[in-house]
């Protein structure tokens, strides 16, 4: 079984899209993990059924016993958060600004103040259009820890892989360079690139190739709408190639991306005869290839 994480330095630049897309192309062959927690999407382009729930816990938060407190304020005076704040003349936990870190819980002499494992979100293993499955999640609203659920994603999706004999484990990751892309990386036998032709593409390129070699991960490159500008498009590949990252797929700019997503569909099969689809089929191949 090998792991193919997609990843962008920035958003906007089809990376979901594109691992959606390998995703309808492999089918039963491969499981299909979201790791984009915060902002999970690649469900609508697979037909998610959310059939399988689980909550996750990660991180504790502060409760207030109202028939231990006192209201003494020792908590609220060594709170560096502010989230312990008077409510009809009862001190009370903000869980969304407590950060858990168990200050108030130590000075309060009475033991009103209890550490309290929360639920940051939920994750789910689905099945999709591809007659194969997804594990995804959903970061719960103002949860911390998202790294902590994409680990999770990921091992699961990895067990189902190994359990049911996949070849591949296609993997969509968060934008950017942040704690959940770390987490989405770990593991990899390859890093698939998006990015697109602008300044700012080739600047969030840069940037997440150099969380790439800090790993010492393999890396492949697509560039997404190259022929909007094919200045800025010689500048990336020049640059990709000093860095000895191939690239696997130039794509054109094609209004027909935008009304398969808005039919809720991969462009695999919204038009697989189209040029733009042709290519996408051509890249899924070489990546397969960089990855044997």
């Given at each position: 079984?090998?792991?193919?994480?997609?990843?962008?330095?920035?958003?906007?630049t089809?990376?979901?899209?594109?691992?959606?897309?390998?995703?309808?192309?492999?089918?039963?062959?491969?499981?299909?993990?979201?790791c984009?927690?915060?902002a999970a999407?690649?469900?609508l382009?697979?037909?998610?059924?959310?059939?399988?729930?689980?909550?996750?816990?990660?991180?504790?938060v502060?409760?207030?016993?109202?028939?231990?407190?006192?209201?003494?304020?020792?908590?609220?005076?060594v709170?560096?958060?502010?989230?312990?704040?008077?409510?009809?003349?009862?001190?009370?936990v903000?869980?969304?600004?407590?950060?858990?870190?168990?200050?108030c819980?130590k000075?309060c002499?009475?033991?009103?103040i209890?550490?309290?494992?929360?639920?940051?979100?939920?994750?789910?293993?689905?099945d999709i259009?591809?007659?194969?499955?997804?594990?995804?999640a959903?970061?719960?609203?103002?949860?911390e820890?998202?790294?902590?659920?994409?680990?999770?994603?990921?091992?699961?999706?990895?067990?189902?892989a190994?359990?049911?004999?996949?070849?591949?484990?296609?993997?969509?990751?968060?934008?950017?360079?942040g704690?959940?892309?770390i987490?989405?990386l770990?593991?990899?036998?390859?890093?698939?690139?998006?990015?697109?032709?602008?300044?700012?593409?080739?600047?969030?390129?840069?940037r997440?190739?150099?969380?790439?070699?800090?790993?010492?991960l393999?890396?492949v490159?697509?560039?997404?709408?190259?022929?909007?500008?094919?200045?800025?498009?010689?500048?990336?590949?020049?640059?990709?190639?000093?860095?000895?990252?191939?690239?696997?797929?130039?794509?054109?700019?094609d209004?027909?991306?935008?009304?398969?997503?808005?039919?809720?569909q991969?462009?695999v099969?919204?038009?697989?005869?189209?040029?733009?689809?042709?290519?996408?089929?051509?890249?899924?191949?070489?990546?397969?290839?960089?990855?044997?």
């Amino acid at each position: 079984m090998r792991e193919i994480v997609v990843v962008s330095g920035k958003g906007g630049t089809g990376k979901t899209s594109l691992s959606a897309a390998f995703s309808y192309l492999e089918g039963d062959n491969a499981i299909v993990c979201d790791c984009d927690v915060d902002a999970a999407n690649m469900h609508l382009l697979l037909d998610a059924s959310f059939s399988n729930q689980r909550d996750f816990f990660s991180g504790e938060v502060a409760l207030i016993d109202k028939e231990l407190c006192t209201n003494c304020g020792k908590c609220a005076d060594v709170c560096r958060f502010d989230a312990i704040s008077i409510a009809d003349g009862q001190h009370v936990v903000d869980p969304i600004s407590c950060e858990g870190c168990h200050y108030c819980s130590k000075v309060c002499k009475k033991d009103a103040i209890e550490m309290k494992t929360q639920k940051a979100g939920d994750i789910y293993t689905s099945d999709i259009k591809n007659e194969t499955k997804m594990v995804h999640a959903k970061l719960g609203f103002g949860a911390e820890n998202s790294g902590k659920l994409v680990a999770k994603v990921k091992q699961d999706a990895k067990l189902l892989a190994l359990q049911k004999n996949k070849a591949y484990v296609i993997t969509d990751g968060s934008p950017g360079i942040g704690c959940p892309v770390i987490s989405s990386l770990s593991g990899a036998n390859l890093v698939v690139l998006v990015t697109e032709a602008t300044i700012s593409g080739l600047h969030d390129l840069e940037r997440v190739i150099k969380l790439v070699k800090t790993f010492n991960l393999k890396a492949v490159c697509i560039i997404n709408k190259y022929d909007l500008n094919e200045e800025m498009t010689n500048s990336i590949e020049k640059f990709l190639k000093t860095e000895e990252i191939d690239v696997v797929g130039k794509l054109p700019y094609d209004e027909t991306f935008t009304k398969a997503l808005a039919m809720a569909q991969t462009i695999v099969e919204y038009d697989s005869n189209s040029k733009l689809a042709i290519n996408i089929k051509n890249s899924w191949e070489k990546i397969k290839e960089s990855v044997s």
